[in-house]
């Protein structure tokens, strides 16, 4: 069985990258549930969303452990069938959860903490397209 590194070396690397940012993410909220969503009340209490933290926190997650269980699925069929589908839906995933994250610090008004989210869609965004 050859493995199919070389010539995806850049999906590879992206992949492992969201891999990290989204498994790590997901895991630390379903861990951590208590923690997450008293510091995200604080954070959402002068917003539109706040009465709604509860439901957005538990939709983010999932999309959130999605997006890393896709892109491990991807990593897998990338290098060892040089298959794209399941990278192609990992970075999509990826694409969607950083949105709604970008959406709820701009609701926020935490412009910084969106700005470090807008840093993080371009890594994923770039993926889709090598994967398209």
């Given amino acids: 069985m050859q ?3 070389y010539e995806n070396a850049p999906q590879t690397i992206l992949l492992i990258f969201l891999i990290i940012t989204f498994l790590q993410s997901g ?13 995200l009340k604080g954070h959402f209490a002068k ?6 933290v509860p439901a957005l926190l538990a939709i983010v997650t999932v999309v959130e452990l999605a997006a890393g269980v896709l892109c491990v699925m991807g990593l897998v069929h990338l290098l060892l069938h040089n298959n794209t589908v399941f990278a192609f839906y990992g970075a999509l995933a990826s694409c969607v959860a950083l949105l709604m994250l970008f959406f709820g610090q701009r609701m926020a008004k935490d412009y910084e903490g969106a700005k ?11 993926l889709l397209f ?3």
Wanted: hydrophobic share 55%; proline share 6%.
């Fill in 3 to 5: 493995l199919h590194f």
């Fill in 27 to 39: 895991i630390d909220k379903l861990t951590d549930w208590a923690g997450n969503l008293g510091w």
């Fill in 47 to 52: 917003s539109p969303l706040k009465n709604s």
């Fill in 116 to 126: 470090t989210i807008a840093i993080y869609l371009v890594p994923a965004v770039f």
């Fill in 130 to 132: 090598l994967v398209q």
